[in-house]
Nanobody
Framework: QMQLVESGGGLVQPGGSLNLSCAASDATFGQYTVAWFRQPPGSEREFVAAIKSSGMSKFYSGFVRGRFTITRDNAKNMAYLLMNNLKPEETSIYYC????????????????WGQGTPVIVSS
């Protein structure tokens, strides 16, 4: 059973940047689509971005497109989410997920999930 561990969350001021990391426990990670989701306090989980196994195809939600960048390094079993110009309403727990799914698959289709890393956007 592959394990995913997120890191890189923390407190950041509005307009600031963070780079989240997702570390996978084994090399099968490279076969899967990887996505980032987030869950704001008291709200439903929402999709942020996804990247196909090759890294060549990506998909972003409308509210992060142009500010967030998803990447991966299959040789290191890692995925990343660079977040720029963060807004207070983006305070959430950010989760990494992986699965043999299409780029626009909903969260319920992903097989593997990390425990999440908190991001707090506040002055």
């Amino acid at each position: 059973q592959m394990q995913l561990v997120e890191s890189g969350g923390g407190l950041v001021q509005p307009g600031g940047s963070l780079n989240l990391s997702c570390a996978a426990s084994d090399a099968t990670f490279g076969q899967y689509t990887v996505a980032w989701f987030r869950q704001p306090p008291g709200s439903e989980r929402e999709f942020v971005a996804a990247i196909k196994s090759s890294g060549m195809s990506k998909f972003y939600s409308g509210f992060v497109r142009g500010r967030f960048t998803i990447t991966r390094d299959n040789a290191k079993n890692m995925a990343y989410l660079l977040m720029n110009n963060l807004k207070p309403e983006e305070t959430s727990i950010y989760y990494c997920a992986a699965g043999d799914v299409a780029l626009r698959a909903p969260g319920r289709d992903y097989e593997y999930w990390g425990q999440g890393t908190p991001v707090i956007v506040s002055s």
